[in-house]
């Protein structure tokens, strides 16, 4: 396995025990724990490739994954939330360009971002006029119970340790305050052992 790769325990029952759903080309594969059923990749890229990947994920070459092909989805995300609140700070995780902003007016939201892409930092900064950290939440430090809501959009699964950021999130969140997640689900069945080598093992 290369030294890029490493091997990782169900991040919920912290256990190795895994039959594979997919698996990709060299170490690549998707596993499913036989203990809670959490999807997760293993092996994977080390905390510190996942990084630097993460740097280059948004570029001027890709802006439309960011923009066009998620304004629909981000504006019923926002509607939901502003049934719930009216206004106040939102700190949005992941937030790439800065799309989910554009559904909340700054004369009711205070607008917060975390994203460790250059790109999309700088484009949301100027393009929505928010408070935007480059780098990852436990590096930002937010003062305690800072936020009204917080949302992590089609992001948490990035992070190497996701418990860790939870309870980050409820560190930072009021006692009141909203958290809006996004994941997306799976639904596949184990591949034989015939049909895996179709997929590059």
């Known amino acids: 396995m290369s030294d890029q790769f490493e091997q990782v325990n169900c991040a919920i029952c912290h256990r190795n025990d895994t039959e594979v759903l997919i ?21 994977r890229p080390k905390a510190s490739e996942i990084r630097e990947a993460h740097k280059q994920f948004v570029r001027h070459d890709n802006l439309q994954l960011f923009d066009r092909y ?7 995300e926002a509607e939901v ?6 206004g106040g700070s939102l700190l949005d995780i992941g937030c790439a360009t800065g799309t989910f902003f554009e559904n909340f ?13 250059y790109v999309g930092v700088e484009i949301a900064r100027r393009k929505y006029r928010a408070e935007v950290f480059c780098g990852t939440l436990a590096e930002a430090g937010f003062p305690k119970a800072s936020f009204d809501v917080v949302s992590m959009l089609d992001a948490l699964y990035y992070s190497p340790d996701p418990a860790s950021e939870l309870l980050e999130i409820r560190r930072i969140l009021k006692d009141d305050g909203l958290l809006v997640l996004e ?13 895996a080598g179709l997929l590059g093992a």
């Open 105 to 117: 007016d700054s004369g009711q939201w205070r607008r917060y971002g975390v994203d460790t892409s």
């Open 183 to 195: 994941i997306p689900g799976v639904h596949v069945q184990p591949l034989p052992e015939s049909r």
């Open 81 to 86: 939330v502003k049934s719930i609140k009216a």
């Open 23 to 43: 698996r990709g080309k060299g170490a690549a594969q998707i596993v499913k724990c036989r203990h809670d059923g959490l999807v997760y990749v293993n092996p």
């Open 70 to 76: 998620r304004r629909n989805m981000l504006r019923r």
